[in-house]
Structures are given as C-alpha cells and as structure tokens.
C-alpha cells in the first residue's frame, strides 16, 4: 500500500469531486489515503495527515499556493508531489481536475518522473545571534516592509562578505523555481528550475546601479536592516513569516533537503 497523503483548498470549485475520484480508484490502485483535517471535515474519508513520514507521496488539490504549503509540510522528506490544478494558472501543479484519474494511474504503475526541485532553508536570529524562528521554503524567503511609505536600507553579504548595501523597499531571495514568482515581478531574471543557484532580486531600489544578483547554490546570505520603519516582515513563500527588527539578521542558505 501507498501511503498517499492529501493536502487541499477548500475554496476551490471542483474539490469534492476530486476527492470522490480519488477515493473510487484508491483500493484499486492501492493508495491508503491520508487527508489533512481541514478535508476531513469537508466529507473525505480517511486518517488524518500528521507528520511528514506518515506518507510514501503528496498529492495537492488547489493552486501554485496548496503545492508551496505541502512542500513545506513536507520539509524535506524524499516523497514525490503530484500537483492537481484547480485554479487558472497552476504554474507547479502537474494536471488538471479531470487529469486526475489518468495522473494517478500513471503514478500507481511507476510511469512518471519525479524531478528535485532545490529548496532553502532561513532563520531570524536576534540582537543577541539568538535563532527565534527558521523556515524551509521551495520558492523564496523575502524581507520588506509593511504598510510604511519609507525606504528600507540593507545590508546584504554572503559567505561573510559584504556585496550590497540597497535602498529599497525589501530583498527577495529566491530558488530557481521561485524565480517566476515575486522576483520576476520585481525585475529578476528567470532561472531554469535545473539551474541550481540562489536569485537576489531588490524591491524598488532607490537606484539606478543596483541589479539582481544570481549566485552560487553553496552561498550563505544574511541580511540586515540598517535603517527604516520599526517593524519589518519576513515573508517565506509569500504564506508564513514573521516580524522582523532593526538590529536582528535574516541567513539564507540552500537546504540539504530538495522537494
């Protein structure tokens, strides 16, 4: 049996009707379904999703966004994701809703290829080099402000060594798959997902000699705020995050662990 785990957007048209294809095949196929509570209480049935060795595969029901948050669920675990696009675009999903049946089938008898996709890892540390919060994240980690109409100075360095002091109004570092996200929309190249490297793409920057950066996979990047409003935002995969201060660092680095 495949212990199939299934993450999924309430929001979306067409979600029960997956569901029910889903489970019509599973005892054929020979999926033992595992849902995340907020499905279960939506009429699927099955154990609910707890952690992530729970499952042998992924299957998210929703958008780009349901696929982001079950990779992070994921943290790491060498389990392939099978994306089914309920929305419009669906840039990382991998089927339609009525592809489902024929995806999964094809997934029951091995005829598919599960591609690595680099992911990264981010802590907030305090004023003290205290660590408070850490993320993985599959598309990018970014440090902006919130509602203020000031200019953010940061300093960026990596591996220790000082290679950007922005005005802006936040830095996004990004994955080769993230870099069709935030980052393009704040003028950063695209980088073929096999590409492996990390994007750090300024937001606004009061300049015209600052241009994002494309740098080694191996690179530590930390930044820090120097000047600007009281309170910042670390946002990771543009879903979860925190506040961030004047005198705290953000490390960015590639995680060990690919989704």
Request: aromatic share 6%.
């Amino acid at each position: 049996m495949t212990r199939l785990g299934v993450v999924g957007h309430r929001g979306y048209a067409g979600l029960e009707e997956v569901i029910a294809t889903l489970e019509a095949v599973a005892p054929e196929l020979g999926f033992h379904l595992v849902y995340e509570s907020d499905l279960l209480d939506a009429g699927a049935n099955g154990r609910e999703l707890g952690a992530p060795d729970e499952v042998d595969a992924l299957l998210t029901l929703g958008g780009d966004g349901t696929l982001l948050r079950g990779a992070r669920f994921l943290e790491g675990r060498p389990a392939p994701i099978l994306g089914v696009n309920l929305g419009k675009l669906g840039f990382l999903t991998s089927c339609s809703a009525t592809e489902t049946e024929p995806a999964l089938r094809a997934f029951a008898a091995g005829r598919y290829e599960a591609e690595a996709r680099m992911a990264l890892v981010a802590w907030a540390s305090d004023a003290e080099g205290n660590e408070r919060r850490r993320w993985f994240a599959l598309n990018d980690v970014v440090l902006h402000k919130g509602g203020f109409a000031r200019v953010l100075r940061l300093r960026v360095s990596a591996d220790g060594d000082t290679i950007a002091s922005y005005a802006a109004d936040g830095v996004v570092i990004a994955t080769p798959t993230g870099s069709t996200a935030y980052s393009l929309s704040a003028g950063g190249p695209v980088v073929a997902p096999t590409v492996e490297s990390i994007v750090l793409t300024p937001v606004s920057p009061h300049t015209l000699a600052i241009r994002p950066l494309v740098l080694p996979p191996s690179a530590v990047i930390e930044v820090e705020a120097i000047d600007g409003p009281e309170e910042l935002l670390v946002t990771v995969d543009g879903q979860v995050g925190t506040t961030f201060a004047s005198g705290e660092a953000l490390t960015v680095r590639r995680s060990p662990h690919a989704v």
